[in-house]
């Protein structure tokens, strides 16, 4: 089955600073890479995703690369604020007939935004 | 719209016992799923279900049931609760069709066993 790193476990920045979060996957069939952001005792929410025919996206302050030789992808955010501090999860999908999918997420980044 | 309820938001089970939970989405969505969430160890899923009637078994599936007997719902079983099922249990739901993939979480129902 897919197998997701995701490094670092924890990091720290400075407020205005850009933080990111790189993810390796395993099954070269992946087609589907979306982030989550989860705030402490919240459900996680979508926050950006890429499918595998495109190789860079963004929406904002947060942009998402894919490389699919290497089977890896990040997450970028840049001008980090306070309240982007929370637990990022990078998760990646073959997909399921009809069109929805079977995530396995990565074991998440704790962001720490620092004033 | 409600979105994805989940119910209840805590229980506290004894080792052996049963429950279900309850997962409810307003959205039409076709497919529905159930992760725990374990610290260090990211979301896995449970079970997930294409479509009304239908169900099947994701990464970690033993020692839990499932049943989707109506659209809008996913019902999550544990016939004999053990302590390494403590955990917090999320549900989520997703479109059918191409492009619309992505998945809507519940609020999510921590669940202790002692």
């Known amino acids: 089955g897919e197998n997701v790193e995701q490094h670092p476990s924890t990091l720290s920045v400075q407020e205005g600073d850009s933080a990111v979060i790189k993810c390796t996957y395993s099954?070269?069939?992946?087609?589907?890479f979306p982030w989550y952001k989860q705030e402490l005792g919240k459900r996680p929410q979508l926050i950006i995703d890429?499918?595998?025919?495109?190789g860079e996206k963004k929406d904002q302050r947060i942009a998402v690369t894919l490389n699919k030789t290497a089977k890896h992808f990040s997450l970028h955010i840049t001008e980090t604020q306070p309240e982007d501090s929370a637990v990022y999860f990078c998760a990646a999908s073959k997909g399921l007939t009809g069109g929805g999918n079977k995530l396995t997420f990565g074991t998440g980044t704790q962001l720490k935004v620092e004033l | 719209n409600a979105g994805v309820t989940q119910t209840p938001k805590f229980r506290v089970l004894k080792t052996g016992q049963s429950m279900t939970l309850l997962c409810a989405q307003d959205?039409?969505?076709?497919?529905m799923y159930w992760y725990r969430q374990d610290p260090g160890m990211g979301l896995r899923l449970i079970h997930y279900?294409?479509?009304?009637?239908?169900?099947a078994k994701g990464e970690v599936p033993d020692g839990y049931n499932v049943s989707r007997l109506k659209k809008q719902n996913f019902l999550l079983g544990l016939e004999s609760a053990a302590p390494s099922q403590t955990s917090v249990y999320f549900c989520?739901?997703?479109?059918?069709?191409?492009?619309?993939?992505?998945?809507?979480f519940g609020p999510g129902t921590r669940l202790t066993v002692t």
């Open positions: 099954d070269s069939a992946s087609n589907y």
């Open positions: 959205m039409n969505h076709e497919y």
């Open positions: 890429i499918r595998s025919n495109v």
């Open positions: 989520a739901s997703s479109y059918g069709g191409v492009g619309r993939y992505e998945q809507y």
């Open positions: 279900s294409v479509g009304e009637g239908t169900t």
